[in-house]
Each structure stands twice: as structure tokens, then as C-alpha cells.
């Protein structure tokens, strides 16, 4: 028996060839999917980095609220006008970290703060709408932050921070 191969008329032996050829490819990958797959991140770490909205429209003047990004507190404030005026009204040069209150929010948005909820000084949680200035009070401590998320009194060398967010509507921020 001869089989003889040309262009025009392939033998069974030709399709043999593909075949194998193309099952051990196909296998090849199947086999490497899990290897490669297993090197990206779970769910739950690029869940953990991801930006967060977070809906303000149920926060009443005068509320706080508290989420968490990257495993860090995020305290919301909605300040009342006489809370704005306030902080507004303190000369940014009598302040351990001077930093003006619009420098801390975003233009239009005053009544919305938004700093990160650990304490500079040691890492402590702070306690919201207590101490001396209507703001943040360290028990750890005893640093108070004014509404604002500015040191004023005890150890804390900085400002609370204020994470990375926008607006994305009137009563919806993205934080991150």
C-alpha cells in the first residue's frame, strides 16, 4: 500500500498530523490556564484597592458617617454652616499644621469633609463630634482635631488626612 501526498490531495495521515498537532496545543494550554491563573490576585485584595462610592444623600446636616477603604476608617462629616464658619474663622497660622479648611474640601461641597479616621499620633481611632472644637478626640492620647480634621491640642504632629476622592454626583463620592 502507497500513499503518496500532494498538494491537492491530502492524505489521511496529513489530517492525522493536524490533529495531533492541534489536540496537543489546545492541551498544552489547558493545562498551563491553572499555573498562569493562580499568579493574579484574588477577589478579595483587588476588591480591598478598589474605589468605593459611597451615597450621602441619606447623611443629615450635622451627621457623621464611617466607611472603610483599604482597611483604613474614612470618616464623612456633613458640617453644619456654623461648622464651616467656624473652622473658617481660625487663623491658619495659629494651627501646629496649618492648612485652610478649603484647602481640606472640595470647591462647592463645604459642608462635606472627608479625612481618614486614624489619629497621627499613634494610630488611634479618633471619636467623632467630641473634645474641645466639635470635632475629633483621640482617648488614647487626649490630640483633639477641630471639624475641619486639623490638630489643634495634644501630641498629634499632623492633620488628619484626607484620602483621594470626587465628586461623581451631588450625593455620591468616589473614594480612591
Known amino acids: ?58 447623611v443629615a446636616e450635622g451627621q457623621d458617617i464611617k466607611v472603610f477603604w483599604r482597611g483604613k476608617p474614612i470618616y464623612i462629616s456633613h458640617r453644619t454652616k456654623k461648622q464651616v464658619d467656624e473652622v473658617r474663622a481660625v487663623p491658619v497660622s495659629s494651627l501646629p499644621d496649618p492648612a485652610s479648611d478649603q484647602s481640606r474640601t472640595k470647591d462647592g461641597h463645604e459642608q462635606w469633609l472627608v479625612v481618614i479616621g486614624i489619629c497621627t499620633h499613634l494610630g488611634c481611632i479618633p471619636i467623632a463630634h467630641e473634645g474641645n472644637y466639635d470635632g475629633f478626640f483621640c482617648p488614647c492620647h487626649g490630640s483633639q482635631y477641630d471639624a475641619s480634621g486639623r490638630v489643634r491640642q495634644g501630641p498629634a504632629p499632623l492633620n488628619l488626612p484626607v484620602p483621594p476622592y470626587q465628586f461623581v454626583s451631588d450625593t455620591k463620592i468616589q473614594i480612591g
Open 1 to 58: 500500500m502507497v500513499t503518496a501526498s500532494t498538494a491537492d490531495h491530502p492524505t489521511r495521515r496529513d489530517f492525522l498530523f493536524v490533529a495531533t498537532g492541534a489536540t496537543a496545543a489546545v492541551g498544552g494550554v489547558v493545562a498551563l490556564w491553572p499555573f498562569i491563573s493562580q499568579m493574579n490576585p484574588d477577589a478579595s485584595t483587588i476588591a480591598a484597592g478598589a474605589p468605593i462610592e459611597v451615597d450621602l444623600a441619606p
